[in-house]
């Protein structure tokens, strides 16, 4: 990949490029410098202040109704927008910035890479647009995010064709959209080259997001080696790589290193160990069921003057669940207590899913009570443990009930919820109602996936349905070869 400029009649190509071919998105990216244009819309423009008065009841009211009415208008515009992005017929060069800019930032916001470039793409042809790195790097990260590293290459191209100077960050977030995706060796040839640029020389956080993407991608055999190589170049470790480093061990169980990084990191004196720190070392023994040694380190960062936090508890009550250690795991609830540290709506879908895994179906219906009464929502997560426990356990007039509950709340639901209640209504050989679901996914808004159908298939053939089975096979080789078929009918 070529960093310089480039031939105007590239131009067209390269945006046409971009705004090709369908992927999948999941991954984990640092973006923690990048946190100070988190907004989009925001970089570009300010929202004027309003006074404040001391309004009655009524004026009250009426003022949250006129809120919710311009905020509603607002929305409704926003998919307007994206919905015109993603037409290939529309020729519009006069949209308002702020619209464009906030169904932009609503696009990258929910990991929509397609809509996000149609968007940059209608964005670009605006009479007022004017080029800016933050924004390329937003879209950068996003793509990273969804594993899509050519768009991201084409993108960095498109930047140049505009005339920026890319920016550290720009270099960083390029690195990362290669590096999560696995193509380290594109990573390492970016930060070659940002060598080579006096004011974009690779920094602390462009090695902590390489090191990270070796972590994710268990290639360990390769942190040695960009250690050696931040030495050279004279740039010290910080918290965040040495955190980095210890969680990627932990989580692969090489406790060795983990430790022996831990011990570099006390040695060094210029890091000192944080709850970070703490939580990826009691975690990665917590996870793997080794009590013992969770006890010992949860000791040894106390005494290290490292107070846990919220997230420390949830580690302990999810490890001793998973060993069926539940005494220990109401002594840390009540350790909390005792303390005033409020548990989350996570601390009570790791008990709950405690005692799922358990089949104790009473002592996960009173935490689930209990979380309603401390006026915590319940969330996907937790309506996903509750009904695979009632499906195991046959209650299916208990997920009929679970499934009224979420009909009547605003519960945000997601793939992996439809998955659960689609696996369980397919044991019970009920096909009517994993038919309806299916088509809860569309109304909600959820894209089924390969386990959706897979599910579904098994359920089929279980039940001696070839042919359903084999309908649904073909119409997923359908869309396979032709994305503009439709899987779901509404």
């Known amino acids: 990949m070529e960093l310089s400029t480039f031939d105007n009649s590239r131009l067209n190509n390269l ?31 300010t929202a004027a202040k309003k006074k404040s008065h001391a ?92 594993k899509q590293p050519m768009k991201a290459g084409l993108l960095f191209e498109l930047m140049l064709q505009d005339g920026l100077k890319p920016t550290i960050d720009v270099y960083t977030a390029l690195v990362s959209a290669y590096g999560y995706s696995g193509l ?22 462009t090695y902590s997001v390489l090191i990270n993407c070796c972590t994710k991608l268990r290639r360990f055999d390769m942190i040695k080696r960009i250690l050696a190589d931040m030495e050279y170049s004279g740039v010290e470790c910080s918290i965040v790589t040495y955190n980095t480093i210890i969680d ?37 023994y917590g996870n793997l069921g080794m009590i013992v040694e969770m006890e010992k380190w949860f000791d040894e960062f106390q005494l290290m003057g490292i107070k846990p936090n919220v997230m420390t508890f949830n580690i302990l009550i999810k490890s001793y669940g998973k060993v069926g250690m539940y005494d220990k795991m109401g002594s840390v609830m009540d350790y909390m ?54 499906g195991k356990a046959g209650l299916m007039e208990k997920i009929d009930s679970i499934m009224r509950q979420i009909e009547n709340s605003d519960v945000i639901l997601d793939t992996t919820f439809f998955n659960s209640v689609i696996g369980v209504y397919g044991q019970a050989r009920d096909t009517k109602k994993m038919s309806e679901m299916l088509l809860a996914m569309k109304d909600r808004g959820c894209e089924p996936d390969d386990v959706t159908f897979a599910t579904m298939i098994h359920a089929y053939k279980a039940m001696g349905m070839a042919d359903a089975a084999q309908n649904l096979e073909n119409k997923i080789f359908m869309t396979e070869h032709d994305p503009g078929t439709r899987m779901i009918e509404g």
């Open 55 to 146: 309004p009655s009841s009524q004026g009250i009211q009426e003022s949250t109704e006129k809120q919710l009415s311009r905020i509603l208008r607002s929305e409704a515009a926003i998919e307007a927008i994206e919905r015109k992005a993603n037409s290939a017929t529309v020729k519009h060069t006069r949209f308002s910035p702020k619209l464009v800019l906030e169904a932009l930032d609503n696009a990258i916001r929910h990991r929509r890479w397609e809509s996000a470039l149609k968007i940059f793409d209608l964005l670009r042809n605006q009479h007022w647009y004017e080029p800016r790195c933050q924004t390329y790097t937003k879209l950068l990260i996003l793509l990273g995010k969804c």
């Open 15 to 45: 945006s046409s490029s971009l705004l090709t071919s369908p992927t999948k998105c999941s991954m984990k990216c640092l973006n923690q410098r990048l946190h100070s244009f988190s907004n989009t819309s925001s970089l570009l423009i």
């Open 248 to 284: 990627g061990y932990g989580k692969a169980g090489l406790f060795k290193l983990m430790e022996n990084t831990l011990t570099d990191m006390l040695e060094d004196g210029m890091c000192l160990p944080d709850v970070f720190t703490f939580n990826s070392v009691i975690g990665a």
């Open 337 to 390: 207590s005792k303390r005033f540290i409020p548990p989350t709506v996570i601390t009570f879908n790791v008990i709950i899913e405690a005692y799922k895994r358990a089949g104790n179906i009473k002592k996960m219906e009173e935490v689930f009570l209990k979380m309603k009464h401390q006026g915590l929502k319940p969330n996907a997560v937790t309506y996903c443990s509750l009904v695979s426990a009632y």
């Open 184 to 205: 380290l060796d594109k990573s390492l040839e970016i930060i070659d080259r940002m060598k080579l640029i006096s004011d974009c020389k690779p920094d602390v956080y």
